[in-house]
């Protein structure tokens, strides 16, 4: 089902990127998906990639997705518009296996900069939040309100 009709984003479909780090491991915390369940905040957790809480006090999770939203988006963007797995590894080293566990590192021990609240149509509104993490920035864009995390990339402290 994806991140539902709470957050203003439609469902995820789901897609074959695997897990969050390089480990192996799906980086899962149970008391937080009970407490999205509880919420009745819809989540597919099948292909959930992660969940956290960040410096807000808001959960946040990433999925698989698809190529409009989650980790796929992020690392392969959809047609017409590349994703981000380059500039991650450009910007910060990171590798495109381990982008979705480094957001998570940012996401709950960044400290939130800016967190505006933006339209992103059909009067559906997410977040536009920016985490400082060891130095380095990262612009989420489109978290939605439920914290379902539907792209991320990296920008440089100079373009802020």
Same mark, same amino acid.
């Given at each position: 089902?994806?991140?539902?009709?709470?957050?203003?984003?439609?469902?995820? &479909? !789901?897609?074959?990127?695997? +897990? $969050?780090? &390089? =480990?192996?491991? #799906?980086?899962?915390?149970?008391?937080? %998906?009970?407490?999205?369940? @509880?919420? +009745?905040? %819809? /989540?597919?957790?099948?292909?959930?990639? /992660?969940?956290?809480?960040?410096?807000?006090?808001?959960?946040?999770?990433?999925?698989?997705?698809?190529?409009?939203?989650?980790?796929?988006?992020?690392? =392969?963007?959809?047609?017409?518009?590349? !994703?981000?797995?380059?500039?991650?590894?450009? $910007?910060?080293?990171?590798?495109?296996?381990?982008?979705?566990?480094?957001?998570? #590192?940012?996401?709950? @021990?960044?400290?939130?900069?800016? @967190?505006?609240?933006? &339209?992103?149509?059909?009067?559906?509104?997410?977040?536009?939040?920016?985490?400082?993490?060891?130095? @380095?920035?990262?612009?989420?864009?489109?978290?939605?309100?439920?914290?379902?995390?539907?792209? $991320?990339?990296?920008?440089? #402290?100079?373009?802020?």
């Amino acid at each position: 089902m994806g991140a539902g009709y709470h957050g203003g984003f439609g469902s995820t &479909s !789901g897609s074959a990127i695997g +897990n $969050a780090g &390089s =480990d192996g491991e #799906k980086e899962i915390d149970e008391n937080l %998906k009970k407490e999205l369940r @509880n919420s +009745n905040i %819809k /989540f597919n957790e099948k292909d959930m990639v /992660f969940i956290t809480r960040d410096k807000t006090g808001q959960i946040v999770w990433l999925e698989n997705g698809n190529s409009s939203a989650g980790l796929k988006h992020i690392l =392969d963007g959809k047609a017409g518009s590349p !994703g981000h797995a380059k500039d991650f590894e450009k $910007a910060f080293g990171v590798k495109r296996n381990d982008v979705g566990s480094y957001l998570k #590192k940012v996401i709950q @021990n960044g400290t939130v900069i800016s @967190n505006k609240i933006v &339209s992103i149509g059909s009067g559906r509104q997410g977040y536009e939040r920016v985490y400082e993490y060891k130095g @380095n920035y990262y612009t989420m864009t489109g978290i939605g309100t439920n914290g379902f995390i539907v792209s $991320a990339y990296p920008v440089r #402290k100079d373009d802020l």
